[in-house]
């Protein structure tokens, strides 16, 4: 009851520090590439333009992941940037469960001149319109 009251009177502050909440979380969103939709993620693979790589842990990714995808764990994308040398003139989408871990992954291959893009909804959105995984290892 007393946080009411708090914001019946700090409305402005709230105000304010709701605005920069949301400010925080455009920027840092906007850090890791831009968001690309499912058909033109599939537009783009189909068309040799892009590559996919999925940010989630190697177990996640076995379970079910987009064919053709590449398997590099945002833990560990620093490490293993190098693999991705040969896609360099290709735009490097990247995936996750809904897009949580895949800022930090895109601020970090824009910093070594990669091309990124992030895929809208992640896997929850491409399984959710209803599109084939394959599971195991490699795609």
Request: charged share 20%.
């Given at each position: 009851m007393d946080i009411f009251v708090f914001v019946s009177e700090q409305w402005v502050l709230v105000s304010l520090l709701l605005a920069l909440i949301y400010l925080?979380?455009?920027?840092?969103?906007?850090?890791?590439?831009?968001?690309?939709?499912?058909?033109?993620?599939?537009?783009?693979?189909?068309?040799?333009?892009a590559v996919l790589v999925d940010v989630r842990p190697v177990g996640e990714f076995q379970a079910g992941h987009i064919h053709g995808a590449i398997n590099i764990p945002h833990t560990k994308i620093a490490s293993r940037i190098s693999e991705l040398e040969k896609c360099r003139s290709k735009t490097i989408v990247l995936t996750?469960?809904?897009?949580?871990?895949?800022?930090?992954?895109?601020?970090?291959?824009?910093?070594?001149?990669?091309?990124?893009?992030?895929?809208?909804?992640?896997?929850?959105?491409?399984?959710?319109?209803?599109?084939?995984?394959?599971?195991?290892?490699?795609?």
């Open positions: 925080f979380a455009w920027t840092e969103r906007t850090k890791g590439g831009k968001s690309i939709g499912v058909s033109q993620l599939v537009a783009l693979m189909n068309s040799d333009e996750d469960n809904m897009g949580q871990h895949v800022g930090g992954a895109g601020r970090a291959l824009s910093k070594e001149g990669y091309n990124v893009r992030r895929l809208s909804g992640g896997m929850t959105e491409w399984q959710g319109q209803s599109l084939p995984v394959v599971q195991g290892l490699k795609s």
